[in-house]
């Protein structure tokens, strides 16, 4: 069976990289074998591979199977202290000590625990259904004499010949042996891997490219020796044995499960890893577990609630042992309705002590009702919703990229209410990521008369009136370019005027080197012919595009040549030409900086190289310096205007030069060894050296829309913001004013180790007397910083620290001078930080102040920022999904965080809050009120309520109002919320969850359980409850009682509510109707189930007056207390929530002027923001006119 002809390479819009070609010898291969080095595969005989027990293709990433549901579901539910006690309390019932029936005391924990279950069944059906579509998706697989046949995933072995086709998901990792391309590459997108969304180049072994077609894999044998399994999704080492020789493998041959084959019509590929050692479920682990600090201080309060439950179970029994003791006195009983004469061991008087035992467990199953059975799961359910209504917000979508916000957990909703301080990246977070090609300087010259945000910005807080070439910018943009990725004004230069330009062969070296030192791709319009590029960098898509507006259009890419249209200065046409690329020497971290070498027509073998400054500098030869020193003032100034520079080089090789380096780079890239880079970047370096300075660009990362103004709310709200990036410290520094994080007359406190001592010491001092001489350094800078402050009254502060310092100020005898510092300061940039020492100053700030931190950004070196904050927030912008991946929110665009924590995270943690402190209200109010009449009772185990109203007080008629509190209640709407963004401060400050809160409503439950039992029994003991002079016995009392409690408990609710909905109405009132209904139906129920509810309601509660009276009065009187102390908290002790209550219940929410007055409590000499700035511009301003009015008063004196 035929594949189909196969494509020849300049039909597709793919290239790849030189890699290596030639095999090696046996005995140059070291590590194959060795630890961590021993997988064999044999290749078309999946059957040699079943003998090494290598496990199947099946994968399940469900937490539970049909086995373990129940067993490990139950482990989880009871490893909760509140539900392992019901269920100890549960198998308590079942013993004559209990003071309830079994049934009663097991139903609601089989509700709640049932309900909890089933929400988590259902989560792991719906990942079972994930897992069988993935498991029984068809591939192809080599069976025997060349003939493929179809079966499913799960049934792949290790060493199958597998067929892909275009558009295919790769089963498992797999070792790519061909492709329909002659010289066998693929190309892959690996966003299910990595979140990038640039497709990636494969290529298969030189030896292995022939196999084209299904049939050659008749007689095709092979042996693979490679790595165990392991997570590391970018490194792999192996070897193919095959013709008696052994290839080499790396990345660029494995195609990595999960994976998508793109445009590449199919390939053919062994499998290698299957099931669960493939690197994609290697790297399946769980992210890291964050509670918020509300649900652990829950956790503590449960805590409480038992030792004061065990507290009055204990004062019970000793009262209880007590009295039993005495219960025979003189021969005569004291209780003698309790037959302590007749009594085994519960009431004896001869065994008080063990009877005071028994009393104890008894207790404590009665007083179970302190604790609130349905809290968690009540707590789930509103979480669940609230996240539902952030996903849903339409003030949060961004339609431009058609993505709305994802709370990709619900536990932290109420963090998101008590963030202290923010941990920001800038590139793709604070800015667009969108680059645009804007200035350029060549031999020495600055081109380019654009005006960055930047500068326009310090324009501005130069003060009017505004520079001369900012007003002819501002007025020219309409006409400027439209072309995305390019705004470059300059008569200079552009439709070929270069070419009269002194320099212009310069510069036109400089357009060459841009069009061609890169790895874009070009792709033609087959109807326009209009070129476009994927880069895998907006950054090189931003250079490719200049280049060709500047008259250099690379247009097309083969896996050996580029080819380009080049503006010719003398005739002023375009000439093509092609370029044989020979070496792509990548860009990596560590040189900062990539490189081509290419031969021209001419034969001419050229070094390409661009790089950041710091790395490219050093590498230019003598005669290369020319305009070196111009080159640095013009970098400099770019950096000042916001820019990203990189610096531009060449230079000449010789044939017999790059034939040495060529043979050393094949045998680095041949190395198969885990130093493999290591010896690729020391070879590399060798070659990149003698540069000849051509120039530098600079391209303009703007700001999000709407940054600025979300950064003064922000700041508004008393939100410590604090920057983390790894450009330039001048670049951040001016971003920082773009947008408002820095203003002028901030005191900049720069941390750097620029000083004459330290470069000196580098030159020529060892490695461990630089160390210490930088971290004393570092720690003297530090200290001198904490002194201004301390001798500073209301002053702003500014702390700028690099990279190199950081590593210093987060040694952990310096970081808590560090922090102490920083705390102080309005604002915080930490410029050059690597992706980990970004997540140290994150964990520092949150293990440091103990308070929520918040870390967002938007790329995969920021993911260990976010996962090591308490909330991590990704933005889903250009550097592909890892950060939104890893975070615990996904937002669009950085101003959403404005509404996601001011609206949303005040509201989530008010709900919460409210939510939490009335649970232990209404538990309390039921429990004391189970105490005082056992107490009553002189404690003798008798429950004041009917078994089954016990049961279903915390399921059914108190729980409901409690959900719909958390869900729907608003104190103030969310343009209050954003109009006065200081209200923020309630949960930052934790005003409505702090010990002393939660305590007086555990003390208002008391007040309104004491009313209620005192009212009820004073009235109804010992008069008669109805017209026929029937006195009221337990049940009535008890029936009364019960009917006042949930009437308190839910007018309390209504009371406590800020903001009603028809569904807050039907459950407050529905609660009640409820109980009245169950009341009806329970009594019609035979005597043998319904006992002492039998006929209650319809034979002695309706018909009677007392029962109506007692009633209205109880609930009346036991809501007084908390209705006088809100009363009085209201009017003269108002929070800040109930002071914008206020405002908007007098009608001056519309009165600008009261309003500032308001707002300018957010404002201080540390707040950082535009609004903050004009205040202080006004401040400073009135000082100087003061001042002003001061010296001529004087004159004239």
Known sequence: MKSGRRRKFNFSKIYTFRCCKPSVEEDDLSQIGGPGFSRVVYCNEPCESDIRNYPDNYVSTTKYTVATFLPKSLFEQFRRVANFYFLVTGILAFTPIAPYTAGSAILPLIIVIGATMLKEGIEDWRRKQQDSEVNNRNVKIHKENGLFE?????????????????????????????????????YVETMNLDGETNLKLKQALEVTSSLSEESNFRDFNAIVKCEDPNANLYTFV????????????????????????????????????????????QNSTDPPSKRSRVERKMDKIIYFLFGMLFVMAL??????????????????????????????????????????????????????????????????????????????????????????????????????????????????????????????????????????????????????????????????????????????????????????????????????????????????????????????????????????????????????????????????????????????????????????????????????????????????????????????EHVNEYADAGLRTLILAYRELKSDEYEDFNKKFLVAKSSVSADRETLIDSVVEKMEKDLILLGATAVEDKLQPGVPECIDKLAGAGIKIWVLTGDKMETAINIGYACSLLRQGMNQMIINLDTPEIKMLEKTGEKDVIVKASKDNVLCQLREGKARIASSDSEAFALIIDGKSLTYALDDDVKNVFLELAVSCASVICCRSSPMQKALVTRLVKEGTGKTTLAVGDGANDVGMLQEADIGIGISGVEGMQAVMSSDVAIAQFRFLERLLLVHGHWCY?????????????????????????????????????????????????????????????????????????LYQEGVQNVLFHWQRILGWMFNGIISAVIVFYFCTMVLDPQSFDSNGKLAGQEIVGATMYTCVVWVVNCQMALAISYFTMIQHLFIWGGIALW?????????????????????????LAPSASYWIVTFFAVVLALIPYYLCASIQMRFFPLYHQMIQWIRLEGQAENPEFCHMVRQRSLRSTTVGYTARVAARDMSDRSNDRSHSHNQNHEIV
């Not at 004041?944 to 915390?954: H, Q």
């Open 238 to 281: 192996g070897t193919m044995h095959l013709e008696n020789l052994q290839h080499p493998l790396n990345p660029q041959q494995i195609l990595l499960r999960d994976s998508k084959l793109r445009n590449t019509e199919y390939i053919f590929g062994v499998a290698i890893f299957t099931g669960n050692d493939t690197k994609v479920m």
């Open 910 to 982: 008010r709900r919460i809050s409210s939510m939490i402190c009335y649970f232990f209200y209404k538990n309390v109010a039921f429990g004391v009120t189970v105490f005082l009449y056992e107490s009553r009772t002189s404690f003798s185990g008798q429950p004041a309520y009917n078994d089954w109203f016990l049961s279903l007080y915390n399921v059914f008629f108190t729980s409901l109002p409690v959900i719909a509190l958390g869900v729907f209640d608003q104190d103030v709407s969310a343009r209050y919320c954003l109009k006065f963004p200081l």
């Open 150 to 186: 179809e079966i499913e995933w799960k049934n792949l072995r290790v060493g199958d010949i597998v067929k892909v086709e275009k558009d295919e998901f790769f089963p498992a990792d797999l070792v790519l042996l061909s492709s329909s391309y002659e010289d066998s590459i693929c």
């Open 1076 to 1100: 009245y209904i169950f009341l009806y139906v329970y009594g019609t129920v035979p005597f043998i189930y319904s006992r002492n509810a039998y006929q209650l309601f319809v034979e002695c």
């Open 315 to 632: 004062i019970g029994s000793i009262y209880f042992g007590i009295t039993t003791k005495n219960d025979l006195n003189r021969g005569e009983t004291e209780r003698w309705y309790l037959r302590p004469d007749n009594s085994d061991i519960f009431f004896d008087p001869k065994r008080p002590i063990e009877a005071a035992m028994y009393h104890f467990l008894t207790a404590v199953m009665l007083y179970s009702y302190l604790i609130p059975i349905s809290l968690y799961v009540s707590i789930e359910i509103v979480k669940v919703l609230q996240s539902s209504f952030i996903n849903q917000d339409i003030n949060m979508y961004c339609e431009e990229t058609d993505k709305p916000a994802h709370a990709c957990t619900s536990n932290l909703n109420e963090e998101l209410g008590q963030v202290d301080t923010i941990l920001s990246d800038k590139t793709g977070t604070l800015t667009c990521n969108s680059m645009e090609f804007i200035k350029f300087s060549v031999a020495g010259t600055a081109y380019g008369r654009g005006v960055t945000e930047v500068e326009k910005a310090m324009a501005r807080r130069n003060g009017p009136p505004l520079p001369f070439n900012i007003i002819a910018t501002e007025k020219t943009n309409s006409t400027s370019s439209d072309v995305k990725g390019f705004n470059f004004q300059d008569e200079r230069i552009m439709d070929g005027e270069w070419a009269n330009e002194p320099n212009f062969k310069t510069i036109q070296k400089f357009f060459r080197l841009l069009a061609i030192c890169h790895t874009a791709i070009p792709e033609v319009d087959e109807e326009s012919g209009k070129v476009t590029y994927e880069a895998e960098s907006p950054d090189e898509a931003a250079f490719v595009i200049a280049a060709r507006e500047f008259g250099f259009e690379f247009y097309k890419r083969t896996q050996s040549s580029v080819y380009l249209h080049e503006y010719h200065p003398r005739s002023g046409e375009k000439v093509e030409r092609e370029y044989k690329l020979l070496n792509v020497l990548e860009f990596n971290s560590t040189r900062k900086r990539m490189s081509v070498i290419v031969s021209d027509e001419h034969g001419k073998l050229l070094l390409l190289t661009k790089g950041a400054d710091s790395a490219m500098f050093d590498k230019l030869a003598p005669d290369g310096r020319e305009f070196e020193e111009q080159t640095k």
